[in-house]
């Protein structure tokens, strides 16, 4: 008698993805549980080097086709070559995770320009608008398409210093969601609203040294703060057959923060 596999659902062998922002922190994480699962991965990043250094490094770990590929997916030259190359090598695209993002801590809320407020919206939103139209011949084309994408916590809760930051992300949410009902029966796009995770970025977001150790322990229903692992996780979840009922959500996944976010003393 052959026994029942609770696991199975999460593999990915047959899929091919891209991560954007892949080389590091959250997307690495994505994109070494995806390999690991099974999948064939495309590392898409800015950083080139680094996301070619990154694949090679997963592809040697878990013996894998990951390959890494210098993209600035605020370019649509950049997301044309990316989609062609994918599907060139892994002979189709199944997966797609938009999780490039960036977004800085302000003191004064409403000492943001014109120009950062559209700069954000830019790299936060119109960039997974536009992977996702560029892709979209090829994820039809799939078996289990999804697209599963990072968003953030402070989308839905009060951010009172990351404001360009989450009104992107609040309206990638909604873009989304509309997405998803436009893709219905296709493909599956669920977006993933993460915490604080912290990675090496937290030093550059402009927060000072003891913001950044409130960060360290997060009032949240953990106490901890997250891994890139623990993001990982879920994003495994929705792109593999074992999230298959799962389309158009925004996935909590911060420790319970979203309840409490008060702003740094
Ligand atoms: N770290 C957190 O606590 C946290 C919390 C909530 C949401 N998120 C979201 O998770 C995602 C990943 O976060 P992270 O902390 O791992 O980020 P990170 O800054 O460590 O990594 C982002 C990656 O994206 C790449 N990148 C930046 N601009 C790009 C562009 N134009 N084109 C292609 N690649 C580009 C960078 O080179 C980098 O490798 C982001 O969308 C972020 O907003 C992170």
Redesign the pocket.
Known sequence: MTRFDPFADFRMDGHSAIV??????????IARTFAAAGAKVMI????GD??EATAKAIAAETGQDVRGIG?????EA?IERCVGATVKAFGGLSTLV??????RAYDDCLDISAEEMVKSYQ??TV?AMRMTAVCRPHLLAAKNATIT??????SVAPAFDFLP?SAA?AAMNHMMLGLAHNFAKQVRINTI??????????A?AGLDAAAQEK?MNPNNLTGR??S?QD?ANAFLWLASRAGGWVSGQTIQV?GGGARVRLKPE
């Open positions: 954007t922002g892949g080389a590091q922190n959250i997307g690495e994480a898409a990043d800015l950083q680094k996301a993209c600035d997916v605020t370019s950049d938009n999780n490039v993002g960036w977004g790299l936060n960039s994408n990072s968003g953030s916590m402070v930051y992300k609203l993460i915490g604080t995770v912290i990675t090496p970025g937290y550059d960060l703060a997250g890139p993001v911060h």
